[in-house]
């Protein structure tokens, strides 16, 4: 259980540290730097690939040519170490593409969550705000439109008054 945990902690701090340039990037960026990184990878193990695929084949022209038993013996053996080898370099190639798409994954991750979370924060904001908006606007509270209507009645008794009262004066 302490070695899960502490392997837990060692991959936080280094997505940390790998991660500390992410804040603000673009994830369109990440998935280039994928495709180049992929890309190079592949290029550098199809170099080694073709180097023990060329020299397989040699073993196998001299094989058909070789006409003696300790010659041919050694020849095969040399050609299944070279087989071996090119298997090999084909795992070690399947383990940096995984490594590097999970790295990648691990950074496209991360800014997607921080830009999900920048959007539930503004939402969150906006939200807020309006509650806010709603709660000081005083025609929201029914008391406030009681006594909108109270006065309303009392303005229009005073202009009723008002005229009477000018009507008998005049």
């Known amino acids: 259980m302490k070695k899960k945990l502490l392997y837990i902690i060692w991959l936080l701090i280094s997505c940390n540290t790998l991660f500390a340039n992410v804040a603000n ?11 180049i990184a992929c890309k190079s990878i592949k290029e550098k193990y199809a170099i080694r690939l073709y180097i023990l695929t060329d020299s397989v084949q040699n ?16 020849l095969l053996i040399r050609k299944d170490f070279l087989l071996e080898q090119s298997l090999k370099v084909k795992n070690d190639f ?31 904001s906006v939200r807020t705000f309006s509650e806010i908006n ?14 909108k209507d109270i006065l309303k009645e ?17």
């Open 25 to 35: 990037e673009d994830p369109n960026v990440v998935l280039i730097e994928l495709a």
């Open 59 to 74: 073993i196998r022209q001299k094989l058909q040519n070789e006409k003696g038993l300790e010659q041919k013996l050694d």
């Open 94 to 124: 399947n383990t940096d593409i995984t490594k590097t798409r999970y790295l990648k994954g691990l950074e496209l991750i991360k800014i997607l969550y921080d830009k999900v979370l920048g959007l539930d924060h503004h939402f969150a």
């Open 134 to 147: 709603k709660i000081s606007n005083p025609n929201n509270y029914p008391e406030f439109g009681k006594l």
């Open 154 to 170: 009392k303005k229009i008794k005073r202009g009723l008054i008002l005229q009477i009262y000018l009507v008998l004066i005049l």
